[in-house]
């Protein structure tokens, strides 16, 4: 769906930005525009969608797969609920962390490239 699109866009922000500064502000846009559009595509969306349609009419299913589909499709939007409490923290910067995504040992390798320290061990 459209969502992960973004979500790759921002990741791939967030291992730049180390190396480029300014592009912190585009990573930022790109993770709220992410957030945005998985709020609406995965949590507005699938309740009028798919749940509301699986309860109604499947009732044309036999009992046993009416449950387990509809069990299911409500496992995976709850979900989908547990996930968007989580993007909802980091938007808010509230998640208690810096760039955990990004390892250390990359960062300082990233900086020290765009630094121009290009520096082959043992020179």
């Not at 309860?55 to 299911?72: A, E, F, K, W």
Request: aromatic fraction near 10%; charge should be positive; include cysteine.
């Amino acid at each position: 769906d459209m969502s992960n699109t973004l979500l790759h866009t921002a990741k791939a922000l967030n291992y730049t930005v180390p190396a480029v500064p300014s592009l912190a502000g585009a990573k930022d846009m790109a993770f709220k525009a992410f957030a945005l559009t998985f709020f609406i595509c995965r949590v507005v969306m699938p309740p009028f969608a798919l749940i509301k349609p699986g309860l109604t009419d499947g009732r044309q299913m036999p009992v046993t797969s009416y449950y387990i589909t509809n069990g299911l499709l409500l496992f995976i939007y709850s979900l989908q609920l547990f996930w968007f409490s989580k993007i909802v923290k980091i938007a808010m910067g509230l998640d208690g962390g810096g760039d955990d995504d990004v390892p250390a040992s990359k960062t300082r390798k990233v900086a020290a490239t765009a630094a121009g320290e290009n520096r082959v061990k043992g020179e």
